[in-house]
């Protein structure tokens, strides 16, 4: 087999691009910014100055920026591209337009299928980092109009989510951040027509195995996600043989 250099690549392997936030928030195993999070290669790219205080404010004028970014990821190799926060859903459509690669920036985007699977009458919990900021022209930017099927929590009022990823102290404590997130989780599940909880954030992951214990429902976040795009795009071969 014959293989040709792409002269706009220094590494090759890496399937998945993914934009960060500009954020000083430790991103552990299991974090959408930790690459152990994966069973194969990825590739980050830093949105200098598209802070969390920016993207929770929905600020625009990252437009260009971030289509910028998601190109010279294409250019580099990635054969899919990704964020690090639900809220990046403002950016969906200008990007995934912009390149020639599947573009899916936001949790959100599996707000349709998961409503595909579940009945009729069921509900998605949400457990974001800002429910104040989470408003209805997100979910138009990933193709989701059923508002009325959703029941949110934020964790805005927390105490340690709230230091570690929106104050950025610096330092997070996962015990605590897992007790809170939990106890979100099960303020969703009181309703008992909530048939499924999506966790928007790129940090709470981590948190996911903990959720389904608590709740007993099935749990879709941004690994779910990326995991998803990743076996479409790198298909694997099986053998010839019962």
């Known amino acids: 087999m014959l293989f040709h250099v792409n002269k706009q690549q220094t590494s090759y392997g890496e399937d998945i691009g993914i934009l960060l936030l500009d954020t000083e928030t430790p991103f552990i195993q299991g974090d959408v910014g930790n690459a152990k999070s994966y069973n194969y290669p990825v590739r980050y790219k830093v949105i200098k100055g598209l802070t969390v205080e920016a993207i929770f404010s929905h ?4 437009t260009t920026a971030i289509i910028d970014a998601a190109r010279e990821l294409e250019r580099e190799g990635v054969k899919a591209i990704t964020g690090d926060c639900g809220f990046m859903a ?3 459509q200008q990007v995934k337009d912009a390149v020639n690669i599947p573009v899916f920036l936001s949790s959100l985007t599996q707000l349709p299928f998961i409503s595909q699977i579940l009945r009729n009458n069921n509900k998605i919990g ?3 980092a800002n429910a104040t900021s989470l408003t209805a ?8 109009t059923e508002i009325e099927k959703l029941v949110i929590k934020g964790l805005d009022d927390t105490k340690y989510f709230h230091e570690a990823a929106i104050a950025e102290v610096g330092t997070l404590d996962s015990d605590r951040i897992s007790a809170e997130v939990v106890a979100a989780s099960q303020q969703l599940a009181e309703d008992p027509n909530v048939g499924a909880i999506l966790l928007e954030c790129s940090l709470l992951p981590v948190y996911g195995f903990a959720v389904q214990q608590a709740t007993g429902l099935p749990v879709f976040d ?3 996600m990326i995991n998803y795009v990743q076996s479409a795009i790198v298909k694997k071969t099986f053998p010839d043989s019962y």
Request: charged residues 10%; aromatic residues 24%; negative net charge.
């Open 137 to 144: 022209d997100l979910f138009t930017a990933v193709g989701f």
């Open 90 to 92: 403002l950016f969906q």
């Open 59 to 62: 600020d625009a004028s990252f």
């Open 126 to 128: 949400i457990i974001t």
């Open 222 to 224: 941004f690994l779910t």
